[in-house]
């Protein structure tokens, strides 16, 4: 195809998404405050069929009954949910900055620390009326993706739009594996979710790329309550990366998103997540809250499901992405990397429940604490009657930087079956000092010494991740713990 | 001759304890000065002292490194500038590959002097040139630094380091320590690969066979925080044969 002709196509396809916005850019916010009439408002919207809308009655009835749990090591002040946005169409280009020049300088700081191109900065930034050809590479990415998806038959687009083009398998997999009551922040997300990344791998099919939330161009403003739903139907396998590790611009302040995974004989999913969303400032000001509910469930024999997760973002963050390992010789593995600075907390860990036989799951949590931050490994690894000849391997190690800071490690751990084994090991370190003059003296500078240091502490998780995100999660490290020492 | 360095009338102390009591020590560019000394008598501090190290205040005295005051530098601008430590008890950094500090190492440095950092590849071709006559095989700069090395390994690893970041002031403290015969010849070996005209070693050691590889140009003693005897190489034979007795009085 000509180069001429693609561009064309290349910007009709963005024109669309834009043209697909526009209805709902031109249409009211919702006011502020919850109630039935918004849920209606918010399914209205967006013409979705009955049985949605019951099934969000439904779950805002039931979060009216609950309370917001207090059992994780977080504090903050009372979430006034009265006194919030359910539904504002995605921002218009014109309400972004006029240029970069507008932009946080330290925000631009941490784009070029990261290597983020300029017209990328623009994109992430939200500045207004960046020119299409500006964009281009991200673009033409996006549109080689759909063309090469399609001929496999891989469904990957907004969870609004598989409502509409894909409603059985929405209705037959929304909610089944988190469902609408399973805890206050997931109940409040299928009451008022807004949109999502929706995932179907068809039947023995590899899907032929990484999916990425970063090129699914119209992924941004999803706001607040996102839910996203992968189905790897058996015999497939999926590699999918959320998030970004250059800071977006954001507003809102809670966040309550849902990601459910379903994964069928022999299928394979790696869910892989860069989490960085603004932590407040040094005092502690600001940040958004993250109350995430991720699950996972290996419905066929030999399904495999792995997390990789690097958490540096984030006033709060509340998250403990699972595995239900139901089907027989199903794995499940969580690896995760916390960093918390100044005055971030964060309580995260997994959940591994052993239903079938000869089920496996292996945990490796790192976690580092600087500043006066507080970190959490909270962990669940359970063993049902019938999971004859499971396993779990568990390793949590903690890295303190500084004396005002806490690390603190809560595993359950509940066998009913007498030939399961349980491995769990733990540790606490500190960065030594000799280690820090060591690298001093090899020349390099003392902020680059402690990200090097924290990046060998978390060599296990990072080099699960995909290539292209390891490089940025690693100089992510150092920038989450800049100003850390001295 | 041009000065390397100039260390006037130094005193330093640990916590509470003066180590250094008044040293005084002057090195050429392109010499190679042996320390020698009993336990305690402050080797160590002197080389800390020298690399900048936190919680050893210089409470007086001087000292020039090519004319430029060295106590007012941080650890890693002295290692840009080419003061070079090679560690007694090297450090261990886990999950950080060999090859990897190595890298970030010389890169600080480069980009300190004003040259341009290396490449993957470039550095890869850089690194082999040194590690063939250390005896280092890739596995080894694979693995992490310093764990699960062996005393001859560690060594060996410090003076890849010092041979790769390319120092003009090269400080080695018992680098002879806790090697066997053939690692102490490597490592001998190696160090003395690395004489050159533009280039000061101060090896520090308790025993005179590491200096029949690195031939030293003088011999100090160190004895209670000051040298109190300085010579050719054959001071250095003569207190293998009769110990530090003598300097023991003398200091005290």
Known sequence: ?486 | MKLMLEIKNLHAKVGEIEILKGLNLTIGSGEVHAIMGPNGAGKSTLSYVLAGREGYEVTSGSVLYQGKNLLDMEPEQRAGEGVFLAFQYPVEIPGVSTMNFLKASVNSVRKYRGESEFDAMDFLKFVRQQTKILNIGDDMLKRAVNVGFSGGEKKRAEVLQMAVLEPTLAILDETDSGLDVDALRIVGEGVTALKSSERSMLVITHYQRLLDYIVPDVVHVLADGKIVDTGDKNLAIELEKNGYANYAEVAA
């Not at chain 1, 006033?315 to 960093?339: H, M, R």
Request: hydrophobic content about 35%.
């Open chain 1, 1 to 486: 195809m000509a180069a001429v002709t693609e561009t064309v196509d290349q910007v009709e396809l963005v024109e669309k998404y834009k043209y697909g916005f526009v209805t709902d850019i031109e249409t009211d916010q919702a006011p502020k405050g919850l109630n039935e009439g918004i849920i209606r408002y918010i399914s209205a919207k967006k013409e979705e069929p009955d049985w949605l809308l019951e099934w969000r009655l439904k779950a805002y009835s039931h979060w009216l009954t609950m309370k917001e749990p207090d059992w994780a090591k977080v504090g903050y002040p009372p979430i006034d949910y009265q006194d919030a946005y359910y539904y504002s169409a995605p921002k218009s280009a014109d309400d972004g900055p006029e240029s970069l020049e507008d932009i946080d300088p330290e925000i631009l700081d941490t784009y070029k620390k990261l290597g983020i191109p300029l017209h990328e900065q623009e994109v992430l930034a939200g500045v207004k009326n960046v020119a299409v050809d500006a964009v281009f590479d991200s673009v033409s990415v996006a549109t080689t993706f759909k063309e090469a998806l399609s001929k496999e038959g891989v469904i990957f687009c907004p969870i609004s739009e598989a409502v509409k083009e894909y409603p059985d398998l929405v209705k037959q997999y929304l909610g089944s594996v988190v469902p609408y009551s399973d805890n206050y922040f997931a109940t409040l997300n299928s009451a008022v979710f807004t949109d999502g990344s929706f995932v179907y791998i068809p039947k023995g099919v590899n899907c032929p790329m990484e999916l990425s939330t970063y090129f699914r161009i119209n992924a941004s403003n999803t706001g607040q309550f996102e839910r996203t739903l992968i189905i790897a139907d058996a015999g497939s396998k999926v590699s999918y990366l959320e998030g970004c590790t250059a800071p977006m611009r954001d507003e809102n302040q809670l966040h309550a998103a849902v990601v459910e995974l379903v994964i069928l004989d022999d299928a394979d999913i790696k869910y892989s997540t860069v989490q960085n969303w603004y932590p407040g400032d040094e005092n502690g000001v600001g940040g958004i809250y993250n109350f995430v509910t991720k699950r996972a469930a290996c419905r066929g024999r030999n399904a495999k499901v792995s997390w990789t997760q690097v958490e540096t973002g984030s006033a709060i963050t509340w998250k403990y992405p699972s595995c239900i390992l139901q089907g027989d010789n199903s794995v499940g593995e969580f690896y995760s990397v916390a960093i918390t600075n100044n005055y971030q907390q964060a309580d995260t860990g997994t959940k591994m429940i052993h239903l079938g036989k000869n089920t496996s799951s292996k945990i490796i949590a790192k976690g580092i604490s600087a500043g006066k931050s507080q970190s959490t490994y909270r962990g669940l690894v359970k063993m049902m009657p019938k999971a004859e000849g499971s396993r779990n391997y568990t390793q949590c190690d903690s890295l303190l930087i500084g004396k005002e800071c806490g690390a603190h490690t809560v595993p359950y751990i509940e066998s009913r079956n007498k030939s399961a084994k349980i491995e769990h090991e733990a540790t606490t370190s500190k960065i030594a000092d000799d280690q820090l003059f060591y690298c001093r003296q090899r020349g390099i500078s003392e902020e680059d010494a402690v990200a090097l240091i924290v990046n060998g502490f978390c060599r296990d998780v990072m080099q699960e991740l995909p290539m292209e995100f390891a490089v940025e999660a690693q100089k992510l490290v150092g920038i989450s713990l800049e100003g850390s020492v001295g």
